[in-house]
């Protein structure tokens, strides 16, 4: 008997959580008559294990599934027939499998010298597809049978050994990962290394698919198939290549297409991602290139809103091995942050909480010569802690530089209270870990680091009315023009559609499911009902080019707009008349680029007691939406 596919030397079966593992197992048998496998650990047999029936096989090849096998290991498999013929696997396991994919820092670059101390039972599924003990360097480029993995020929087992055995770096979080998740779970772990330094978005596209050994999402699934088993969950590490003017604006949308792929491509639906935010680099660059770093960072944080069953796990504190890769001496913590989160995605382990999340920000009032900044968090655990004094927060201009004005920060539970001098440029915006090299020190009482965010416009308090999410909206118009030449567009002439968009994050009129990959501009419109004079304030937040027409006269343009969209970026005020007040919005798609927009208010015309209990007249938006000129004499139905 010969055994051909489905269970390697080695490997690490996917456990399907209580049921155990199913394998299908393919061989070639001489004689027909039933099969039967025996499944051992050091103490015997496994209980149902010893002799298992699993059918009648005919001569020649044959396939076989072996269902319910527990979590642990090692084990040892025989098959073997009534006339003596048998094959062996010496050893496998049963339990959480993990893909290991992104650029250098998944891949390890960390300093030799503080490399994980190897486990038994943490297995790593290496680029040459063989099951070994996971010992770093995990990730040996040029052992890889796939061209998108090395520069010239897949070099030997005896020279991979060799590079391995000579590396100075590699240490990375795998490792690492899979011995607290061991802990943790008390199952084995695999770790299937797919990670590739210096490697961009672009080129982990899905699309890139059909190249096949050449393309770094090919390879992946390859990896994941050539195990013939599901798995837990992916560990991902990327951004830094695309952290410039070019690539970041589209890092969200990329991430969205990367994981949908995944999960369908793997059919796993629910397929949980575990992601890191970039930590830090030192290096200098020009100034729109540390915005596109922040601007990764800061969609990195909101990815969770964007993509279910999807966490980001901060790393602005950590130490680094050279300008740009963590050290191996917070691997260990790194990795323990990326396990409490598979605990609870993966594991379902509710008793862990999300890693802090931003909550609200508030500017209390002026005291003397002093601004107070009040930064509240939630899924704090333990409260906020630091080492000395701390770092890491920055008050920003409206052009997002830093006006330094900062001089104390305390902590308080799950809030953060800034101290800064009411003087100088009038601050805008907050940010956390702005720049490419902050000296950020706070954690929770788990060891979570606050995430980087930001910049975001400081709040106050305000007469904020909700956000217009029930619009009028055309079809996508085909046009190369220019959205300065647009006059007012006759949205009724486009064959519009009435939408009410209430998925997160709240108040966004996203569009994106219409506009990926298309060009060209699309109109919105809605209309107000004021039951006395106001005077508005509009808020506006949009990523591309964008204007707004009131009663068919331009309010607002801003043809530079672009990725990503923030609430509340731009402002134009107006004193309206009681009555109905309609408002049309027409976008460039920014070729496929643009998402949506946001829109809401501030009543500027109420006193702050009025803020405070809320007793103010707001307007109606109304959800059915004629043209202006026929809601004369017109029953209009309406609500907010």
């Not at 999402?217 to 290549?241: D, H």
């Not at 915006?429 to 720049?435: D, K, P």
């Not at 930001?454 to 079809?475: D, E, M, Q």
Request: net charge positive; proline share 7%; charged share 20%.
């Amino acid at each position: 008997m010969k055994l051909i596919e489905g269970l390697a030397e080695g490997q690490v079966l996917q456990r399907l959580g209580r049921k155990g593992a199913n394998v299908l197992i393919s061989g070639m048998v001489s004689e027909a008559g039933p099969l039967f496998a025996t499944i051992s650990n050091s103490k015997g047999s496994l209980i149902g294990w010893k002799a298992r029936r699993l059918g009648e096989v005919s001569g020649g090849c044959f396939s076989i599934q072996l269902s319910g096998i527990p979590a642990g290991g090692p084990y040892r498999l025989e098959l073997c027939t009534r006339q003596g013929e048998s094959a062996r696997i010496k050893e496998f396991f049963v339990g959480d499998v993990w893909i290991l994919a992104g650029q250098s820092n998944m891949e390890g670059y960390g300093n030799r010298e503080g490399a994980a101390v190897p486990h038994a039972l943490v297995r790593a599924f290496s680029m040459r597809r063989i099951w070994r003990k996971a010992i770093d360097p995990i990730h040996i480029l040029s052992e890889s049978p796939d061209a998108c993995h090395r520069e010239g020929a897949q070099c030997t087992p005896e020279v991979g050994e060799q590079l391995r055995k000579a590396a100075t770096k590699g240490v990375g979080v795998g490792v690492y990962f899979g011995r607290e998740m061991l802990e943790r779970s008390g199952v084995p772990q695999g770790l299937i290394c797919a990670a590739h330094g210096g490697t961009s978005m672009e080129q982990w596209s899905p699309q890139r698919k059909k190249l096949k050994g050449e393309s770094l999402y090919a390879s992946m699934l390859a990896s994941v198939r050539a195990t013939g088993q599901p798995v837990a969950g992916l560990l991902w590490y990327q951004g830094e290549s695309d952290a410039n003017v070019e690539s970041a604006p589209h890092y969200t949308e990329r991430m969205k297409r990367l994981v949908a792929a995944t999960r369908r491509n793997l059919r796993q639906p629910r397929l949980p991602w575990i992601m890191v935010q970039l930590a830090r680099v030192i290096e200098r660059r020009p100034e729109q290139g540390v915005q596109a770093w922040n601007s990764i960072q800061e969609q990195q944080r909101q990815l969770p809103g964007w993509i279910k069953h999807l966490e980001t796990v901060a790393a602005i504190d950590l130490l680094l091995d050279d300008q740009i890769h963590i050290s191996s001496d917070s691997y260990p913590l790194l990795a323990a942050r990326m396990a409490r989160v598979a605990d609870r995605l993966v594991l379902g382990n509710r008793r862990e909480l999300r890693p802090p999340q931003l909550d609200k920000i508030t500017l209390l009032p002026i005291k003397g010569t002093t601004s107070i900044l009040e930064i509240r968090f939630k899924d704090v655990v333990g409260g906020l802690h630091s080492v000395g004094a701390p770092n890491g927060f920055s008050v920003l201009d409206k052009e997002g530089k830093n006006l330094v004005t900062i001089y104390k920060t305390t902590l308080h539970g799950n809030t953060v209270r800034i101290y800064r001098s009411p003087w100088g440029p009038r601050p805008h915006s907050v940010a956390y870990g702005h720049g490419l090299t902050p000296y950020c020190n706070i954690v929770d009482g788990r060891g979570f680091a606050l995430p980087v965010f930001g910049p975001i416009p400081i709040l106050k308090p305000t007469a904020f009315l909700p956000f217009v999410t029930t619009w009028k909206v055309s079809k996508v118009i085909p046009t190369s023009a220019s959205l300065a030449k647009v006059h007012l567009v006759d949205i009724d002439a486009h064959r519009p559609v009435l939408r009410t968009y209430t998925e997160a994050p709240e108040g966004f009129v996203n569009e994106y499911p219409r506009w990926a990959g298309k060009s060209g501009h699309a109109y919105f419109s809605t209309q107000l009902r004021l039951p006395k004079p106001m005077r508005l304030e509009f808020l506006m937040g949009y990523d591309g080019p964008f204007r707004l027409w009131l009663n068919r006269k331009p309010l607002f343009q801003d043809l530079a707009g672009t990725n990503p969209s923030f609430p509340d970026e731009s402002r134009k005020t107006i004193s309206l008349a009681a009555g109905v007040h309609e408002i049309r919005i027409a976008m460039d798609l920014n070729n496929g680029a643009a998402w949506g927009f946001y829109l809401r208010f501030i009543r500027k015309d109420v006193t702050a007691s009025q803020i405070k209990s809320g007793d103010y007249a707001v307007p109606d938006y109304l959800r059915c939406l004629p043209p202006l000129g026929a809601t004369r004499g017109a029953r209009v139905k309406s609500g907010k």
